[in-house]
T-cell receptor, first 111, second 116 residues
Framework: QKEVEQNSGPLSVPEGAIASLNCTYS??????FFWYRQYSGKSPELIMS????GDKEDGRFTAQLNKASQYVSLLIRDSQPSDSATYLC???????????FGAGTILRVKS | GAVVSQHPSWVICKSGTSVKIECRSL??????MFWYRQFPKQSLMLMAT?????????EQGVEKDKFLINHASLTLSTLTVTSAHPEDSSFYIC????????????FGDGTRLSIL
């Protein structure tokens, strides 16, 4: 079992729609969860961090965390073509400061 | 602006060559830095944790004699890919821990390594 799992996609949504990206993790003791956006050939860029159960909103982005289900999601409202990228879910496990990344979900927003 | 500078951004070299990649923290000290490798359409995989003044900690399956890491100062870590072969071609990214609790690490811009 991979430590952080994501559907590789691609996930295609029309411009203006809501894109929903999902992630599950295996270490139940994990405390910190992050969503990164990565354009081709570039380094990952942090979009959202979330630490407690529930929703966290920042502009068009909402992160959702459910520790009981070991599930993290990212919603992107009013999707734009510029949102087309690979979205990486990352987790810091219970002990240490290492980021463990999922394989990423490719998002394509069609105009 | 960038807080971690990585150089070079792109390297093409012949098989058997050794390649050095530099990672610098700008305006802050980093006693620890991380080195990742990313193959096409795959995720970032942590290769090793670089520790200032001591030996690097390598992840399971990473050859320490192949990937030499030196963290000689509080602002510079280097990764040397020794006797590189085509299978070492990848995107290498370094990072340094952040003091911002909402951002765990600052990433460099990455180095695209192509071995012919």
């Amino acid at each position: 079992q991979k430590e952080v799992e994501q559907n590789s996609g691609p996930l295609s949504v029309p411009e203006g729609a809501i894109a929903s990206l999902n992630c599950t993790y295996s270490d139940r003791g994990s405390q910190s969860f992050f969503w990164y956006r990565q354009y081709s050939g570039k380094s990952p860029e942090l979009i959202m961090s979330i630490y407690s159960n529930g929703d966290k909103e920042d502009g068009r982005f909402t992160a959702q965390l459910n520790k009981a289900s070991q599930y993290v999601s990212l919603l992107i409202r009013d999707s734009q073509p510029s949102d087309s990228a690979t979205y990486l879910c990352a987790v810091i496990k219970e002990y240490g400061n290492k980021l463990v990344f999922g394989a990423g979900t490719i998002l394509r927003v069609k105009s | 602006g960038a807080v971690v500078s990585q150089h070079p951004s792109w390297v093409i070299c012949k098989s058997g060559t050794s390649v050095k990649i530099e990672c610098r923290s700008l305006d802050f000290q980093a006693t620890t830095m991380f080195w990742y490798r990313q193959f096409p359409k795959q995720s970032l995989m942590l290769m090793a944790t670089s520790n200032e003044g001591s030996k690097a900690t390598y992840e399971q399956g990473v050859e320490k004699d192949k990937f030499l890491i030196n963290h000689a100062s509080l602002t510079l870590s280097t990764l040397t890919v020794t006797s590189a072969h085509p299978e070492d071609s990848s995107f290498y990214i370094c990072s340094a821990p952040s003091r911002d609790s909402n951002q765990p690490q600052h990433f460099g811009d990455g180095t695209r390594l192509s071995i012919l």
